[in-house]
């Protein structure tokens, strides 16, 4: 067995004079040179294999057996160093041979009962910071040999997790802190500042991978502290990659539904989110890396939408739906602020997550008032700034990411535009808010005074801004555009009465219930155990159940069941020529508010009556043969 084990070892310790031999040394050259290579590598392969297997199922014990073992992890660990630093270590046989040793040293690690986990977690740790020093692991994919010390790191922390933890910890306390490493900026201008090293980008990206597979709640806790420390305090608390790389581990962490990181992270993000707004506007702000831009438009939001699209547990998703909504409202308080000049560009990135947290909601059921006012306070801002789907123009966005500076100018020409389309921002924040529509639940505030509390409308205004509660002007804009959503149902000289807060409120109304009709025919999102109708004309009505409310105000409600019903109309015509499952949504769809309208007719509301007679009967006959 020795004789044998002897032979596998001078093979392997051959391959670390192989990979030193240079291409030019070489005799052969091209296709000849590579193919023999690669049957060197497979050799040598197969060598490590035999030499692993030989070692993990031997049955000697003692002195002889933990040297032997010994022996064969430093051949490993050294192999597998040669490997990172070759010239050949891009051939697919190479990164083969490279996970095959580091197949052999986690079969080590879980021989004889864990008792080398220690020395190996040691050596290791050098392999995986040579592994993330490769220049090539900084793409978007980081390449074969990462992935192999990925998968072995998480199998080695599994392992060692119950076996002996004391190890492990500090194998993971040791990747932390290697990002921790401080550059001398204070002896240096800041224009000339070193680049953040590869490698701590790298062990970054590593760990929160590792996060993810292991998916402890313990490993979190031991790896989440020193991000935040260096999020706050470190070199990760300026803009650039270093604070960029930290959030998105961050925010991966998070997604995984552990209480306590999970609420130490979202309070950091959206306390980070808040503070670009406070700085627009400023000479400093202007200074600014392209870094702390790109966390406010990409970083940040994607976290968001991570978290809220990883999330399971039904109680963090009720905290996170408030706390994203609740940022919304702040986000578009304080851009309004700022004479709604940056609202759209700030409050649209957060739109995709908003639509993922919402898309389990079921906006048939009771809502707390603060929840509901919250989803008020979104759908203000949404129409405020624009970024509403045209509710007179179906056809895609094809103006997407235009800046602020540019359309913010004319207060009723953004007003009509957000009305009459194109679409003037990121597509995806108009495919947002379309699935947002289908989680929202009527804008009902109150039973009694829903609309005519004044002082909280004009809350969500800043009365300085040129859009603000006392600006006649922006008043008639608002009024101007309302009357454009209702298809000219309501005229604009009719509409005196509303004032600009509340001519807005109605705009947000309008955009919501016409668009839930747009994006699927009118169902709405409703859990399977749910008795109520999955019409959207249930939550239309609910705005004509208000009583004593203002005869322009309930004209314009009417009008935008109207307009609701026109769109579902539209929706079920369109697909006249549809076949199959596509036929089959039809049908159901126009069964769903058929239903509804039907049950409406016993409603005490004699408006409510009426109206549903009417619809029924344009249902009838538009579509006589159902």
């Known amino acids: 067995m020795l004789v044998t084990i002897n032979q596998y070892c001078e093979k392997i310790d051959s391959l670390v004079w192989l990979y030193g031999i240079r291409k030019n040394d070489w005799t052969d050259q091209g296709s000849s040179l590579k193919a023999r290579i690669n049957l060197k590598l497979s050799v040598y392969k197969a060598s490590a294999k035999l030499k692993v297997r030989s070692h993990v199922t031997s049955d000697t014990e003692g002195k002889t057996s ?7 992890l430093a051949l490993l660990v050294e192999a597998a160093e040669a490997c990172l630093y070759s010239v050949w270590r891009r051939l697919r046989t190479c990164e083969d041979l490279f996970s095959s040793l580091l197949d052999g040293i986690s079969k080590i690690a879980f021989s004889r009962g864990g008792h080398l986990l220690r020395v190996i977690l040691i050596r290791f740790k050098q392999l995986v910071l040579i592994t993330c020093a490769q220049a090539e692991t900084w793409e978007s994919s980081q390449g074969a040999m990462f992935d192999s010390v990925l998968k072995t790191s998480c ?25 921790r490493e401080h550059n001398d900026y204070e002896e240096k201008d800041a224009n000339e500042k070193k680049a953040v090293p590869i490698v701590q980008l790298n062990v970054i990206r590593l760990l929160a991978e590792v996060n993810v597979q292991v998916n402890k709640a313990e490993v979190v ?10 999020l706050e305090e470190g070199d990760a608390s300026t803009p650039g990659l270093l604070r960029l790389r930290i959030l998105e581990a961050a925010s991966r962490m998070a997604s995984l539904g552990f209480e306590k990181s999970y609420r130490e992270v979202i309070v950091l993000m959206m306390r980070s989110y808040l503070s670009k707004l406070s700085s627009i506007g400023s000479a400093e702000s202007n200074a600014l890396p392209e870094e702390a831009n790109r966390e406010r438009v990409e970083t940040l939001p994607a976290g968001f939408e991570l978290i809220a699209r990883g999330l399971t547990n039904a109680k963090l998703r009720v905290d996170y739906r408030q706390r994203l909504l609740s940022l919304c409202s702040d986000v578009g308080l304080a851009a309004e602020s700022k004479s709604g000049s940056c609202g759209a560009d700030f409050l649209g990135p957060l739109l995709p997550a908003v639509a993922e947290i919402c898309s389990d909601f079921d906006p048939t059921v009771d809502v707390e008032p603060s929840l509901l006012k919250l989803f008020r306070n979104l759908w203000f801002y949404v129409a405020l700034f624009g970024l509403a789907p045209p509710v007179l123009n179906h056809s895609s966005p094809t103006k997407p990411n235009a800046t602020p500076s540019n359309t913010a100018g004319s207060i009723t020409a953004v007003s009509l535009q957000a009305v009459n389309g194109p679409y003037m921002w990121n597509p995806q924040w108009c495919s947002a808010v379309k699935r947002i529509s289908q989680g929202t639940p009527p804008l009902v505030v109150s039973s009694v005074k829903w609309l005519e509390d004044e002082l909280e409308l004009n809350a969500l205004h800043n009365p300085g801004s040129r859009r603000g509660s006392g600006n006649e002007k922006a008043a008639a804009s608002q009024r101007s555009a309302l009357s454009a959503a209702l298809g000219g149902r309501v005229e604009v000289y009719a509409m005196s009465t509303i004032s600009g807060v509340k001519a807005t409120y109605l705009l947000a109304v309008a955009f919501l219930e016409i668009i839930r009709f747009s994006s699927n025919g009118g169902l709405l999102n409703c859990s399977s155990n749910s008795t109520a109708s999955r019409s959207a004309f249930s939550c239309a009505f609910e705005y004509l159940k208000s009583p004593n409310l203002l005869p322009a105000v309930f004209q314009c409600l009417m009008a935008i069941v109207h307009r609701a019903f026109e769109t579902a109309l539209s929706w079920l015509e369109d697909q006249i020529f549809e076949t199959g499952y596509a036929m089959d949504v039809k049908e159901s769809t126009l069964a769903i508010h058929a239903c509804f309208l039907i049950k409406s007719l016993s409603q005490k509301d004699e408006q409510i009556r009426e109206v549903s007679v009417k619809l029924l009967s344009q249902f009838r006959d538009t579509f006589p043969q159902r």
């Open 66 to 72: 933990k040297k032997l073992l010994h022996g064969a």
């Open 155 to 179: 199998e080695i922390i599994e392992y060692g997790w119950t076996k002996d933890r004391a190890p492990v910890d500090t194998f993971i306390m040791g990747l932390a802190t290697s990002i």
């Open 221 to 230: 806790d031991t790896i989440l502290p020193l991000f935040i420390e260096n």
